[in-house]
């Protein structure tokens, strides 16, 4: 059973930084793609970041490039998400979950959520 677990959300301010962490098993990361989404009170869930080390992608919607990076620790099996320059359009609740690819954040094959992780960016 695969099974993530998310860590390290928390209160911000405004251009402050968070690392989230998403903790699975090796196998995990060495078969499936691992993204982060977010979503907000009132907003739709949206795809924030993916990493599929099988085939060494990365991607990031637009409203993150240039603020967020993805990464994967295998000593840790676990995925990071670097969050920097935060904005309070940022706040939501972040998950990461599983899937074959990044190729779709829409896919209806992402599976195994993890609890989420609370992230507020307010001053």
């Known amino acids: 059973q695969v099974k993530l677990v998310e860590s390290g959300g928390g209160l911000v301010q405004p251009g402050g930084s968070l690392r989230l962490s998403c903790a699975t098993s090796r196998l995990v990361l060495d078969y499936y793609a691992i993204g982060w989404f977010r979503q907000a009170p009132g907003k739709e869930h949206e795809g924030v970041s993916c990493?599929?080390?099988?085939?060494?992608?990365?991607h990031y919607t637009d409203s993150v490039k240039g603020r967020f990076t993805i990464s994967r620790d295998y000593a840790k099996n676990t995925v990071y998400l670097q969050m920097n320059n935060l904005k309070p359009e940022d706040t939501a609740v972040y998950y990461c979950?599983?899937?074959?690819?990044?190729?779709?954040?829409?896919?209806?094959?992402?599976?195994?959520w993890g609890q989420g992780t609370q992230v507020t960016v307010s001053s």
């Open positions: 990493i599929n080390s099988r085939v060494g992608d990365t």
């Open positions: 979950a599983t899937n074959y690819d990044c190729s779709d954040y829409g896919s209806e094959t992402w599976g195994s």
